[in-house]
């Protein structure tokens, strides 16, 4: 059956696009097309800052060459005082008086403090009491031994004259006998006492301690009004010490050295050492000791430093300069043995010195990246023996250029740096 017109034009009508739905269409499609060229243009952007970042680098200065033996091993410690003693009170008491505080340079027998010894003094007091009763006895016995003997020859003279009696005599003979026993018991009384005396006496002495030695007081350790003892048996409430004092004309370096390479020090070697607190600043000193003992938890063995003068030969008095401080960390390079004249050690031709980890290798070949305002020459270099974490730089670099010591691996000749802060 045939369709009829009309019912076809309507379905033909059907299909076509309205002018409103065809400019919603192109107005997305254009909004897509800017968004995706933003995008681009950022991603771009990121890519091309990223490609144009600088690195950052650490960054050291060449220095020049150390003249003198080279250092054949380094280790660390501390500055430790041969003389150091925590004082302490030979008795149980409370303290009464302090008469110093930390930083205190004392001398020897200096009073540091007191403690209360009033019961010590009335011991004291009781036992001169005693010796004083018995000297008196005896002077009370040496003159009744007078009368005695006084009556004994009056006795002997009348018996000789038959009027008194034998017993009378032996009587006057007992009587001056007694008496000679009484003061000589008396005596040994008055020396009792004495001992008793210097008893109490060191008693109350030990109620006074003073400065073993002459030194600096490091720490206060008892006030006023505490209990102190030699020994820990009042509990928490119970001091065990005054004042710890140090000899600072006995300080020294105290090194721990691995028992692997303990056969390359030597009594007596030269030492250069640099304190913590003073990084620029190289101490002389020379070894003291080899503590003949080992340490079988660390695998050490400690090495004693004695300061010298600046020719490593002269002891040098740590007192004498105040920034030498106990318990300060410390670095020391253990040294060669003195060049003989004319050997090739002493004809060192190094010119400059870097960190160790400065120099960079590329198969046979040793460089290193000197800086340039920010950026980076990579400079070839002939390297020399090692001095602790430095090392020597024969040819290729002089002293004052900025190296780098720390960057990446992919730094490369002409690359833009910055240093790191």
């Not at 870097?354 to 198969?363: G, H, I, L």
Request: proline share 5%.
């Amino acid at each position: 059956m045939a369709t009829p017109p009309n019912t076809l034009k309507a379905d033909l009508s059907s299909l076509r696009i309205s002018d409103t739905k065809r400019t919603n269409s192109r107005s997305k499609r254009w909004v897509w097309i800017v968004l995706v060229v933003i995008v681009l243009g950022l991603a771009g952007g990121a890519a091309f800052a990223f490609r144009n970042r600088k690195v950052e680098v650490e960054v050291a200065t060449a220095s020049k060459p150390v003249t003198g033996p080279a250092g054949v091993l380094n280790a660390s410690g501390y500055v430790t005082p041969r003389r150091r003693a925590t004082i302490a009170a030979k008795i149980t008491g409370r303290v009464t008086g302090v008469y110093f505080d930390e930083g205190t340079r004392v001398t020897e027998g200096q009073l540091l403090a007191t403690l209360d010894d009033s019961d010590a003094r009335r011991a004291l007091d009781s036992a001169k009491a005693d010796r004083d009763s018995s000297q008196a006895a005896i002077l009370d016995y040496q003159v009744q031994l007078k009368n005695a003997e006084i009556e004994f020859h009056r006795t002997q003279q009348l018996v000789k004259e038959g009027v008194s009696t034998q017993q009378a005599l032996d009587s006057a003979v007992m009587t001056a006998d007694s008496l000679r026993a009484k003061i000589v018991l008396a005596k040994e009384q008055v020396a009792a006492t004495e001992a008793r005396i210097r008893e109490a006496q060191q008693s109350v002495d030990n109620c006074t301690i003073r400065a073993p030695f002459a030194g600096i007081v490091v720490s206060k350790d008892a006030q006023v009004g505490e209990m102190v003892s030699p020994v820990s048996a009042g509990g928490g409430f119970t001091r065990t010490g005054i004042a710890t004092i140090v000899d600072l004309h006995s300080n020294e370096f105290e090194v721990d050295v691995s028992e692997a390479y303990i056969a390359r020090v030597f009594d007596g070697q030269g030492v250069n050492a640099i304190l913590d607190a003073y990084p620029d600043w190289t101490i002389p000193a020379k070894v003291r000791t080899v503590i003949p003992t080992a340490d079988r938890q660390k695998a050490t063995v400690k090495v004693r430093i004695s300061i010298t003068e600046p020719d490593h030969k002269r002891l040098f008095d740590p007192a004498r300069d105040p920034r030498i401080l106990p318990d300060m960390g410390v670095k020391v390079t253990f040294l060669e043995n003195e060049p003989k004249p004319g050997s090739k050690q002493e004809k060192s031709a190094a010119v400059a010195m870097v960190p160790e980890k400065a120099v960079r290798q590329d198969n046979a070949s040793k460089y290193v990246f000197v800086l340039h305002g920010d950026t980076v020459e990579r400079r070839a270099v002939t390297v020399g023996e090692s001095r602790g974490s430095d090392v020597e730089i024969l040819a290729g670099l002089q002293p004052s250029a900025t190296v780098v010591v720390a960057g990446p691996d992919s730094l490369r000749d002409g690359q833009s740096v910055q240093i790191q802060k």
